[in-house]
């Protein structure tokens, strides 16, 4: 088992500035989970894996990028990170902030982020600002104050997080023996799309298809244009602009892939049968299976005989109140041995 920093693991094939120290929490090495019985409801015929970075040290990829981001401002004698998030980026910014030793800012759409992300973030020390506002705005305005003030810019516009994150396409081959014929994932502000295109390439054994998944309500790359109120359950992919929507839009047609939408049914209930087999992930992370579904079922993908990688990019845990009210109510019995015996008999029938 790796008990190296991330990015001294893969030193060799990352790119960041000399000046950058090492600031970790041991991210990375997240399994790649078979996932036999899901690959037998689509259709069979081809090999399924999750790779799970629900796992990282903050519950999602982010940590991943934020190792480096973080590591390169410190080294360049910042005191301070900003980021705009629907939550996981914000998490991930307060904990490696606080493993530096230095101070976190983070600017959030009001009411738009999810429980555990929020309290992640606070419990980290960060100072949580809200905004009347999508995403989108929130990053145009640490944007701005980053350019003014000397507090490093910690979303994935930062060239140093996508080194980061690019470890994951690395570890998959390293895990699979090879690269995937396709890789499906989310897409929100498509930097980790792009980081996983720059990972394939750079670690030159073989390139998967992308198949980048948005959810149906916040699928600018689909439209063709930038959504002005984005709406999807999928909290961490609720972006109307992505900051590397061309990159991304590229390494898809580069791949011989493509960008989708998902529905939020599709994605909820693709949510569901990941659970089914043993995985608990948030709606955004369920986007690319459901994505891969819905090609499956269209006809429009073909997976016979091929091994298909679905990036599960953020723990369920992060996002509980999104689950439907019938799975999270519990019958309330009688404190009695018979009352139970007869609730779990009753099951049964
Ligand atoms: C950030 C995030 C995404 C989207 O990644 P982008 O790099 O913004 O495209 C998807 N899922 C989860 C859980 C995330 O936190």
Request: with cysteine; glycine share 12%; aromatic share 4%.
């Amino acid at each position: 088992m790796r008990r190296q920093p991330l990015l001294q693991h893969y030193a060799e094939y990352i790119d960041l500035p000399e000046h950058t120290r090492v600031v970790s929490l041991l991210e990375g090495g997240t399994p790649l989970v078979p996932m036999p019985r899901l690959a037998a409801e689509l259709g069979g015929g081809f090999e399924l894996y999750i790779k799970y970075e629900g796992l990282n040290p903050t519950g999602s990829f982010k940590d991943r990028g934020m190792t480096a981001a973080v590591g390169e401002s410190l080294g360049r004698g910042a005191r301070s990170v900003i980021c705009a998030s629907t939550g996981n980026t914000a998490a991930s910014a307060a904990a490696y902030a606080a493993r530096a030793g230095m101070r976190a800012v983070v600017l959030i759409p009001a009411g738009k982020v999810a429980s555990g992300k929020l309290a992640a973030t606070a419990a980290y020390g960060a100072q949580v600002l809200q905004i009347e506002g999508s995403f989108d705005k929130a990053l145009e305005l640490v944007v701005a104050i980053s350019k003014k003030h000397p507090i490093a810019l910690v979303n994935s516009l930062n060239p140093h997080r996508l080194q980061g994150q690019k470890t994951a396409a690395f570890e998959i081959v390293d895990q699979l023996g090879g690269a995937p014929d396709w890789l499906c994932l989310p897409v929100g502000n498509a930097g980790n799309i792009s980081a996983y295109w720059m990972g394939f390439q750079d670690y030159g054994q073989g390139l998967p298809k992308l198949l980048g998944v948005q959810a149906a309500g916040a699928a600018p790359l689909v439209a063709g244009h930038p959504i002005e109120q984005p709406e999807t359950l999928a909290t961490a992919i609720r972006i109307g602009k992505p900051a590397r929507g061309e990159q991304a839009m590229a390494a898809a047609e580069e791949s011989g892939g493509r960008i989708i939408a998902a529905s939020d049914d599709q994605i909820v209930a693709m949510r569901q049968r990941i659970a089914a087999e043993g995985l608990w992930v948030e709606p955004a992370s369920a986007a690319g299976l459901a994505g891969l579904a819905q090609q499956i079922a269209a006809g429009t993908l073909d997976p016979s005989g091929l091994r298909i990688v679905a990036v599960c990019t953020g723990h369920g845990l992060k996002d509980p109140g999104s689950e439907p009210q019938t799975v999270v109510e519990a019958s309330t019995l009688l404190a009695d041995f018979n009352a139970l015996e007869a609730a779990i008999l009753g099951e049964q029938t």
